[in-house]
């Protein structure tokens, strides 16, 4: 087995070693051609790359392998994040192309594989250890490269998108009775709108109890990282005073600078079946169409379980591209996390 801390090897004339701080400029590049190969373009920058490797509870050193040609061309790249959720560890990599068909993917994932299995160690005897990741639908070599290795795949996941015609304004918004909507710049409460989102995805799939003082420290450092935060684009619904729901938006997205990224859509509990969240997306269509935004974009789990993906539909959103899940179960158990 790998030791995961300082092994460094070869795989022909390629170089895999740890990745370290300094290395930001490499990841940024085979990121960037990442998403040039799966969706021909790129924001991914280096603001980005920091916070990845800075983020509360990552080791650059013993979570990410970074592959070298002779010339010091960063080539590959495979990443295991589990800072969060130890029990169901997940795992992200690309090779260039060109460097495809040498072995290269196969001694990435593999090690990955290892490196999640160390969880088994972490997580309680009971608890069961599924390892996952996802591939961009139409990268049929890395869905291969994982049915390879014993991954299936049962689910997918979407980007929607809607695009704005110029000269037809987006529906407006409509409220309850007792609805107030207000952004973190009018508000200035930070972990109200935290806690919004840490409420609103108790029943999402995937969810899991952490500390709160684990949470506000990752959002707090994600925002510090983030260029295209600004909190005038993060709002929260209060009914009656009370917090019902939220919506943590960027007006510049993570595929495209033209279209805004909507992060976080939720409603509370108790609060739910009353258009809070239909109200927070047109209210979003129409500030990003006011300041001149192509459209709206985000991420949703295909199989929902609190069917999102009808609600998005009926917003006028449509599917721009299927994300494969794919996962391995290590060891058999109690699962641990809200899978439905």
Not at 35 to 49: C, K, L, N, W
Not at 100 to 125: F, K, M, V, Y
Not at 298 to 314: H, I, K, N, Q, W
Request: charged share 25%; hydrophobic share 40%; with cysteine.
């Amino acid at each position: 087995m790998i030791d995961h801390q300082t092994d460094t090897w070869q795989v022909g004339d390629i170089t895999i070693r740890p990745a370290t701080i300094d290395d930001v400029p490499h990841i940024v590049a085979i990121s960037r051609a990442h998403d040039i190969y799966v969706r021909g373009s790129t924001t991914y920058d280096a603001s980005e790359a920091l916070e990845e490797l800075t983020e509360p509870g990552f080791d650059a050193a013993s979570s990410m392998r970074l592959a070298f040609a002779p010339d010091g061309t960063c080539v590959g790249i495979g990443v295991v994040y589990d800072q969060l959720i130890q029990v169901r560890p997940n795992l992200w990599g690309f090779v260039l192309p060109e460097y495809r068909s040498r072995g290269l993917g196969s001694a990435l994932l593999g090690w990955q594989i290892d490196r999640a299995r160390t969880n088994l160690t972490r997580i309680p005897e009971e608890a069961r250890l599924t390892i996952q990741g996802w591939v961009v639908s139409q990268d049929e070599s890395g869905a291969q490269l994982f049915r390879d290795h014993g991954f299936t795949t049962q689910r997918a996941g979407y980007t929607m998108k809607i695009d704005f015609t110029p000269s037809q304004r987006p529906p407006a918004p409509e409220w309850p009775e007792g609805a107030q909507v207000v952004s973190l710049a009018e508000h200035g409460d930070f972990e109200m709108f935290v806690r919004g989102w840490y409420e609103s995805f108790r029943d999402h799939r995937g969810w899991m109890e952490r500390k709160w003082e684990d949470v506000i420290a990752r959002w707090t450092h994600m925002v510090a990282h983030d260029h295209r935060h600004n909190p005038a684009h993060w709002w929260a619904v209060l009914i009656d005073g009370e917090l019902a729901a939220v919506a943590l938006c960027n007006a510049d997205g993570y595929d495209s600078e033209e279209h805004a990224y909507v992060m976080v859509l939720g409603t509370l509990r108790g609060f739910r079946k009353r258009g809070l969240a239909m109200g927070l997306l047109r209210h979003s269509f129409n500030v990003f169409y006011d300041i001149g935004k192509a459209g709206v974009t985000l991420g949703v789990d295909g199989t929902s379980l609190t069917g999102a993906v009808r609600l998005y539909e009926s917003a006028g959103m449509h599917i721009s591209e299927r994300r494969d899940h794919y996962e391995r179960i290590e060891r058999d158990g109690i699962e641990l996390t809200n899978q439905g």
